[in-house]
């Protein structure tokens, strides 16, 4: 719908106000507030934001609803030592843990690899690569996962320490949750020790 300009002296009404908004919300994403968090150490920020600390779970919930198809969520973490970061669905406070499939690439100072695995226990979030005391910034883009259906994902990791020395690394994934089932959250778990950051969840407008 198109807006017209509003005229000198007009009146600012509820109507004009929410055709803003509405132009607004249907551009590019929206971030979402999930309805909670679990694990120790993580808390939910009044607008969306999930912060955690020395955590060695992070549970969000209910932030994949039908309101949007797919997902983005952008991480920025440190580990507290050579952890791999696992990822999974959940549902109603529940995690899935089986049936994961993941496809990955892998460049490791000079070294690129690529790795397979299938119906694992998570999906891998790093490439099963971790370097002590590292930084792992990314995003993670989900298709479909509140719809029941095999959720479908991307994922791109940058893996460092500061400075940057040979073991830094960078991930990029294509996974799949086989299972059709609609979920309405998620869980990152490092495979050893815990993690410190935030991640925010936004939703994809369905134009």
Known sequence: MALSLATVGAKITATFMNLIIAQ???????????????????????AGKVSFSASTAVSVNGCFTSTYDNYLLVFDLTTSGAAGLNITLRLAGTDAVTNYDSQRLLAQSATASAAQSLASTAWVGSGGTGVASATQSGTMTLFSPALAVATRAQIDNNITPNPMTTSAAYYKGALLHRTTTAYDGFTFTPGTGNITGNVRIYGFNNN
């Not at 607004?24 to 009044?46: D, F, K, R, W």
């Open 24 to 46: 607004v919300n249907a551009q590019g994403y929206t971030a979402v507030i999930p309805t909670s968090v679990a694990g120790t150490g993580v808390t939910l920020g009044s």
